[in-house]
């Protein structure tokens, strides 16, 4: 199983970006894929999840302002941010799990300037 996260980069608050995770090794109708937010001197935190059926789930935090969407054909997810805030400043992981096993991407870097 691999993860490929890309797209972050640097914005002024209220600007927007996508994030995209391409996966590799799993079955993308039944594999629910998650990005999750680690902001400096914090713990990783959920942001979005999907479902291999579609079906989206947010933190309290973005709710509103990130959306997940997936791309069978590409085996891809991906991370649209919306209204992004300096708090949303970090490193984004996409994560997925096989048969127990956690993977996680590498990680992208996300920075807002306020």
């Known amino acids: 199983v691999q993860l490929q996260a890309s797209g972050g980069g640097s914005v002024q608050a209220g600007g927007s970006l996508q994030l995209s995770c391409r996966t590799s090794?799993?079955?993308?109708?039944?594999?629910?894929v998650s990005w999750h937010h680690q902001a400096p001197g914090k713990e990783r935190e959920l942001v979005a999840r999907?479902?291999?059926?579609?079906?989206?789930t947010y933190g309290d935090s973005v709710m509103g302002r990130f959306s997940i969407s997936r791309d069978y054909a590409r085996n891809t997810v991906r991370l649209q941010m919306n209204s992004l805030k300096p708090e949303d400043t970090g490193v984004y992981y996409c994560?997925?799990?096989?048969?127990?096993?956690?993977?996680w991407g590498r990680g992208t870097q996300v920075t807002v300037s306020s």
């Open positions: 994560h997925t799990t096989r048969a127990g096993t956690e993977f």
């Open positions: 090794g799993v079955n993308s109708r039944i594999t629910a």
């Open positions: 999907i479902a291999g059926d579609g079906m989206a």
